[in-house]
C-alpha cells in the first residue's frame, strides 16, 4: 500500500530564513504525483507545488521549490525567505494514476511556525 | 477560493442522528472527492466520485455513504452519528484524473454531542 510519510511534526523558523520539510513516501507505481498542500488556522487546504514523477527537473513556485529524489522516495519543501504568512501546517501527499482510482494519499502532517 | 462550495459550514448535532454533507464542485470538474480530518490528524480519504460513479473507497464506514448527482454536486450522508464523527469534512474536486490537482473547499465542520 501507498504511504506518506512526513517524520517532524514541528518546524520553527524565523523570518528571511530558509526552511525545509521532509517527506518520504512508499509506492510500486511508476507513474504518480506529489504534492504540497498548506493549511493555514483558517483550515482552509491550498496547493503550494506539484511534481510529476516523470519529470526530473524540480518543481519551483516562487519561494516554494522541492528537491524530488525518486530513487529514494523522497519529495522535501523549501521555503525561502519565510514570511509570517507561510505559519501553517503542511501536508505532503502523493496520487497515483490507474483504473481503480486516483486517490491523493497525504502525511500526516508538519506544522511550521514563523518568528519575527 | 477554489471554486468548491461546500454547505453547512458548521453542523452541530447528536449522537444517533443523521446528517447530509453538500458539496459543489468547481464548474467543469468532473471527479468529488471526500476527506475526513479529525482533531490533530492529516486527512483520511473516504470515496471519490468520477462524473455520477463511484470510482475509488477509502477509509469510509458503513454509516457513511454518498453520492454524486447529474449536475455534479455531492451529498455526503452520515448516519447513527457517533461523538468520534466529529471532524472537518472536506470535499475535493478535480477536472482529470490522474493528471490535475485536487481543489479543496472550506470543509464543513461536523461536532457531534
Known amino acids: 500500500a501507498q504511504t506518506v510519510t512526513q517524520s517532524q511534526p514541528e518546524m520553527s523558523v524565523q523570518e528571511a530564513e530558509t526552511v525545509t520539510l521532509s517527506c518520504t513516501y512508499d509506492?510500486?507505481?511508476?507513474?504518480?504525483?506529489l504534492f504540497w498542500y498548506k493549511q493555514p488556522p483558517s483550515r482552509q487546504m491550498i496547493l503550494v507545488i506539484r511534481?510529476?514523477?516523470?519529470?526530473?527537473q524540480n518543481a519551483t513556485e516562487n519561494r516554494f521549490s522541492v528537491n524530488f529524489q525518486k530513487a529514494a522516495k523522497s519529495f522535501s519543501l523549501k521555503i525561502s525567505d519565510s514570511q509570517l504568512g507561510d505559519a501553517a501546517m503542511y501536508f505532503c501527499a502523493y496520487r497515483f494514476s490507474n483504473q481503480a482510482g486516483t486517490a491523493l494519499i497525504f502525511g500526516k502532517g508538519t506544522t511550521l511556525s514563523v518568528s519575527s | 477560493d477554489s471554486g468548491v462550495t461546500q454547505t453547512p459550514k458548521h453542523l452541530i448535532t447528536a449522537t444517533g442522528q443523521r446528517v447530509t454533507l453538500r458539496c459543489s464542485p468547481r464548474?467543469?470538474?468532473?471527479?468529488v472527492y471526500w476527506y475526513q480530518q479529525s482533531l490533530d490528524q492529516g486527512l483520511q480519504f473516504l470515496i471519490q466520485y468520477y462524473n455520477g460513479e463511484e470510482r475509488a473507497k477509502g477509509n469510509i464506514l458503513e454509516r457513511f455513504s454518498a453520492q454524486q448527482f447529474p449536475d455534479l454536486h455531492s451529498e455526503l450522508n452520515l448516519s447513527s452519528l457517533e461523538l468520534g464523527d466529529s471532524a472537518l469534512y472536506f470535499c475535493a474536486s478535480s477536472a482529470q484524473e490522474g493528471v490535475s490537482p485536487l481543489h479543496f473547499g472550506n470543509g464543513t465542520r461536523l461536532t457531534v454531542t
Open positions: 464548474s467543469g470538474d468532473l471527479s
Open positions: 511534481q510529476e514523477a516523470y519529470k526530473q
Open positions: 509506492t510500486s507505481e511508476s507513474d504518480y504525483y
